[in-house]
Protein backbone atom coordinates (compact mmCIF):
# COMPACT_ATOMS: atom_id res chain seq x y z
CA UNK A 1 0.00 0.00 0.00
CA UNK A 2 1.90 3.03 -0.83
CA UNK A 3 0.46 6.79 0.44
CA UNK A 4 0.10 8.90 -2.43
CA UNK A 5 -0.72 12.37 -0.36
CA UNK A 6 -2.68 13.85 2.54
CA UNK A 7 -2.46 16.88 4.29
CA UNK A 8 -0.52 17.29 7.46
CA UNK A 9 -2.36 18.82 10.22
CA UNK A 10 -0.97 20.98 12.56
CA UNK A 11 -2.13 23.87 14.77
CA UNK A 12 -2.52 26.32 12.29
CA UNK A 13 -4.24 24.34 9.56
CA UNK A 14 -7.00 22.11 11.74
CA UNK A 15 -9.58 24.91 10.97
CA UNK A 16 -9.74 23.26 7.15
CA UNK A 17 -11.51 20.13 9.05
CA UNK A 18 -14.91 20.70 8.37
CA UNK A 19 -16.11 17.44 10.42
CA UNK A 20 -16.28 18.21 13.76
CA UNK A 21 -15.66 14.39 15.06
CA UNK A 22 -12.56 14.37 12.62
CA UNK A 23 -10.97 17.78 14.12
CA UNK A 24 -11.85 16.57 17.73
CA UNK A 25 -10.07 13.77 16.94
CA UNK A 26 -7.26 15.26 15.06
CA UNK A 27 -7.03 18.15 17.91
CA UNK A 28 -6.73 15.31 20.27
CA UNK A 29 -3.43 13.66 18.44
CA UNK A 30 -1.90 17.18 18.19
CA UNK A 31 -2.18 17.93 21.95
CA UNK A 32 -0.15 14.52 22.73
CA UNK A 33 2.24 14.88 19.91
CA UNK A 34 0.93 12.64 17.18
CA UNK A 35 1.33 13.27 13.59
CA UNK A 36 -1.56 13.52 11.83
CA UNK A 37 -1.89 13.52 7.84
CA UNK A 38 -5.64 13.75 6.85
CA UNK A 39 -6.93 12.83 3.44
CA UNK A 40 -5.05 10.41 2.05
CA UNK A 41 -5.97 8.89 -1.33
CA UNK A 42 -5.42 5.01 -2.00
CA UNK A 43 -6.61 3.26 -5.23
CA UNK A 44 -10.35 4.61 -5.41
CA UNK A 45 -10.27 5.73 -1.18
CA UNK A 46 -9.70 8.16 0.89
CA UNK A 47 -8.21 7.11 4.26
CA UNK A 48 -9.32 9.36 6.86
CA UNK A 49 -6.17 9.93 9.10
CA UNK A 50 -3.01 8.49 9.04
CA UNK A 51 -1.31 8.43 12.74
CA UNK A 52 2.74 8.23 13.81
CA UNK A 53 2.68 7.13 17.26
CA UNK A 54 5.59 8.21 19.11
CA UNK A 55 7.35 4.96 18.54
CA UNK A 56 6.99 5.51 14.93
CA UNK A 57 4.83 3.31 14.06
CA UNK A 58 2.22 4.33 11.38
CA UNK A 59 -1.54 3.68 11.49
CA UNK A 60 -4.59 4.34 9.41
CA UNK A 61 -8.28 4.92 10.58
CA UNK A 62 -11.11 5.20 8.65
CA UNK A 63 -12.00 4.52 5.39
CA UNK A 64 -14.26 7.02 3.21
CA UNK A 65 -15.40 5.83 -0.11
CA UNK A 66 -15.57 8.54 -3.31
Do not use: H
Not at 37 to 51: A, M, V
Request: glycine letters at 10%.
Amino acid sequence: MSIESGVEITNENIGSIKNWGEKVFAEACLRVGIKVTYQIPIGDSIIDFKIETRSGNEKLRGNKFE
